[in-house]
């Protein structure tokens, strides 16, 4: 799918049920349930560079017999998300990597948090979001690379996370949807509802989607 840019990134943690977490204080990422990494400075943000999205289809294996191309076996997909990140809210991003708050430091724990993802973009032509969708899945980081600034430039990394898609019950054990603003019966709450669960009040009501406005150098 020929896609443009990438206009921002959704992310939830969720509970038992299959729900998003509402609540900080519950151990969610807001008080909506679903937290948009944006732009805001104020947010502690500063949005996304890339999401590299792996694995959408299993690797056909060929099946032989008496010496002819008779099949193949199409397994599952196993998706996967490198995400690329100027900044991001330091709480939000260590509750989603499942570190613990603890005497004003971040600690790992044993416990496995299970996240929701949205990767938002726009198609070539009608500039008309798509979203590709993970309803379940795991946020880790495996390195921080802090690296000296020197007397001239300053030297900033950028945050590295890898998303790790899980089979998802509200998608009939599949790992991943890919919305379009332009498909029939499109809705933006019927997505974060299936997407978020229920229990997100970030999206309450459908409205009309705007789509980022591009200027053109001449």
Do not use: C, W
């Amino acid at each position: 799918m020929a896609v443009v840019g990438l206009y921002t990134t959704y992310v939830g943690i969720k509970g038992e049920d299959g729900n998003v977490i509402v609540g900080v204080d519950k151990g969610g990422v807001s008080e909506t349930g679903v937290y948009e990494i944006d732009t805001s400075k104020k947010n502690g943000n500063l949005g996304a560079t890339t999401a590299n999205i792996t694995g959408l289809s299993g690797t056909v294996t060929k099946v032989y017999g008496n010496d002819a191309l008779v099949d193949v076996s199409n397994p599952p997909s196993a998706p996967s998300v490198a995400l690329t990140y100027n900044q991001i809210n330091v709480a939000v991003k260590q509750a989603l990597l499942g570190r613990k708050l603890s005497n004003g430091g971040y600690v790992d724990t044993d416990d496995t948090v299970e996240s929701a993802l949205i990767v938002e973009s726009h198609d070539e032509i009608e500039n008309k979001a798509i979203y590709f969708a993970f309803p379940r899945g795991v946020f880790n980081e495996t390195q921080q690379n802090v690296q000296s600034n020197t007397d001239t430039a300053q030297t900033r990394e950028t945050e590295q996370m890898t998303f790790t898609a899980l089979a998802s019950p509200a998608l009939g054990n599949k790992t991943y949807k890919i919305y379009y603003e332009g498909a029939k019966d499109f809705s933006m709450k019927k997505m974060f509802d299936e997407v978020f669960g229920s229990a997100q009040t970030f999206i309450k009501a459908d409205t009309q989607h705007s789509a980022p406005q591009v200027s053109e150098s001449h």
